[in-house]
């Protein structure tokens, strides 16, 4: 059988991981965490003591490293850092090395491999643009910042992680601008997505609304 590709693209706090998880486990398909392999790298790179902003160094440290995802978790070097990866300076690192070409040419090569097994969600930031352009249906998520910031705040809560709202909302920001400026596969609306505005929808009214948009993309 022909394997599916659904991309769901959004910036930070969107509602993507949440609805992609759960749009997978409706449709029987597997859930591919994007920014878990980039947040998982960006772990090793903070491990290897290498700077960041040295995309070639990066890159080597990656390649190097054994990053893979296995029902929901994420490995490094055989070791599961699913936790670790959740941090707000995980985060900022992985947006961080996220801005070299060789880098994102190394996950992408990973994320394409992963597809090729099975029919898949894909959720990220250039899935749709970049690492499956031909996928069988695209959709971006977006939201207000401040709305993007009050979820992530909470998701931080509900995890007994005691952050300041306005630094959540601060470092959302640089993010937003990190990944929407970077030169090499910036934050955008991939060609031929669905726009969804997720603001005042709940999760599970963006659930439905995409299992319709994908039963019909996969009928035509
Ligand atoms: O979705 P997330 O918050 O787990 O992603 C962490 C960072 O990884 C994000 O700020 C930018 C980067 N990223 C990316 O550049 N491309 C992707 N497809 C996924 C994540």
Redesign the pocket.
């Known amino acids: 059988m022909k394997h599916r590709i659904i991309t769901i ?1 959004g910036p ?1 706090g969107s509602g ?2 949440t609805v992609a998880r759960e749009v997978a486990r409706r449709l029987g398909f597997t859930y591919l ?7 998982a790298a ?1 772990l090793a790179v903070i491990s290897s003591g290498v700077d960041a902003r040295d995309g070639v160094a990066c890159a080597s440290v990656i390649d190097k490293a054994e990053i893979s995802l296995h029902e929901d978790k994420v490995y490094l070097d055989g070791r599961d850092v699913s936790s670790d ?1 959740r941090s707000p300076g995980v ?2 690192a ?2 961080a090395i ?1 801005v070299h070409a060789d880098v ?1 040419k190394r ?1 992408t090569a990973l ?1 394409r491999e992963l597809a090729d097994r099975e029919s898949i969600v894909a ?5 749709g643009s970049v ?1 499956f352009p031909g996928a069988d249906l695209k959709i971006f998520l977006d939201a207000d910042i401040a709305e993007r910031a009050r979820r992530r705040h909470a998701e931080f809560a509900r995890k007994g992680m005691d952050a300041d709202p306005s630094e959540v909302f601060e470092s959302m920001r640089r ?1 937003d601008e ?2 929407g400026s ?1 030169r090499h ?1 910036p ?1 955008r609306v991939p060609e031929n997505a669905f726009v969804v505005d997720t603001t005042h929808l709940t999760q599970e009214e963006v659930v439905v609304k995409i299992l319709s948009m994908v039963r019909q993309a996969l009928a035509d």
């Open positions: 693209d930070a993507k991981s965490d994007t920014g878990a392999l980039y947040r960006a990866i985060a900022e992985a947006s996220a994102r996950l994320q959720e990220g930031r250039d899935t690492v993010r990190q990944d970077r596969s934050l």
